[in-house]
């Protein structure tokens, strides 16, 4: 079944303790990102990537690395969490960027003390 | 820099068309309009997706006039189980960039 995962699906954690969230698919797509979304906020786009070591910045990275050193895998960083950074986060992937369909994944719920 | 308007909310009864439109100003004539359809607890999941005139599918119609300005959603003969957030997705290839709309939900009552 194509499908994009991610984990942990809920995490509790406290100001600066470095956390990974991981994202996998079984597409073989090129492009994949990663979103968070906040009510009233809807999604934002925090980083993307195009290819393997090929990342870019999104609308709202500060706060958030990323690395693609596979092409299905793309986890997401946060080196030193903060409470603004409590969110719903998504991964999603596709053939391309600006055209085709994404996939998101469960999403992350994520609670930042 | 282009931006992207959708009604915060909207109610429906069921058995009625819903139509939820998505203000695009500043698109190009290949720039992709998608919408998704997003449940509590789940990711944004594809609906329809088109660049102009009308897309139809089993589940939804996409209506996009000769400007560009706005696309609608049509969601024929709604059900409670409709119920659910509609995101608009704008792919700027002029730009190079998405823009996701804030999202309109939904509300189908009995």
């Known amino acids: 079944e194509a499908q994009v995962t991610q984990n942990p699906r809920y995490l509790i954690t406290v100001t600066g303790k470095k956390l990974t969230v991981t994202c996998s698919q079984n597409?073989?797509?090129?492009?994949m990102s990663w979103y968070r979304q906040d009510p009233g906020l809807g999604l934002r786009q925090i980083y993307y990537?195009?290819?393997?070591?090929?990342?870019d910045k999104g609308d709202v990275p500060e706060g958030y690395k990323v690395s693609r050193k596979e092409k299905r895998n793309f986890p997401l960083i946060l080196e030193s969490p903060s409470p603004n950074q409590t969110s719903l986060y998504f991964c999603?992937?596709?053939?391309?960027?600006?055209?085709?369909?994404?996939?998101f994944g469960p999403g992350t719920r994520l609670l930042v003390l | 820099l282009a931006k992207t308007t959708q009604p915060i909310s909207m109610d429906s009864y069921e058995g009625q068309e819903v139509n939820i439109t998505c203000s695009h100003n500043?698109?190009?004539?290949?720039?992709?309009i998608t919408w998704y359809q997003q449940f509590p607890s789940q990711g944004p999941r594809f609906i329809i997706q088109?660049?102009?005139t009308k897309v139809t599918n089993e589940v939804a119609s996409l209506f996009i006039p000769a400007d560009r300005k706005s696309s609608t959603l049509s969601l024929p003969r709604v059900s409670l189980s409709d119920t659910a957030v509609y995101y608009c997705l704008v792919g700027l290839w002029s730009q190079g960039n998405l823009i996701f709309g804030k999202g309109t939900k939904l509300s189908v009552k009995p």
């Open positions: 999603a992937s596709s053939w391309d960027r600006l055209q085709e369909t994404q996939y």
């Open positions: 990537s195009m290819n393997v070591e090929v990342t």
């Open positions: 500043n698109i190009a004539t290949n720039d992709y």
């Open positions: 597409m073989n797509h090129e492009y």
């Open positions: 088109g660049y102009k």
